[in-house]
């Protein structure tokens, strides 16, 4: 005996129509603004870690 039902196939459908998709400024206000810019602070302090200060050692402006 098969006791297991046929499973219904279905198109995936994204639950948010095309039209009201805005792009980016959907995910900023999702996000917040504060942590919008948290990640942006974070993101730049990186920036200025990795690049900005092993150039500025390089060039003997800042001596360790």
Known sequence: ??????????????P?????????????????IWGFLFFLIKGIAWLVVLFVIP?????GIISK
Not at 16 to 32: F, N, Q, S, Y
């Open 1 to 14: 005996m098969e006791f297991r039902e046929k499973a219904i196939e279905k198109p995936l459908e994204c």
């Open 16 to 32: 948010i129509p095309h039209k009201e998709r805005k792009g980016m400024m959907v995910w900023i206000k999702r996000l917040g």
């Open 55 to 59: 150039y500025l050692i390089s060039k």
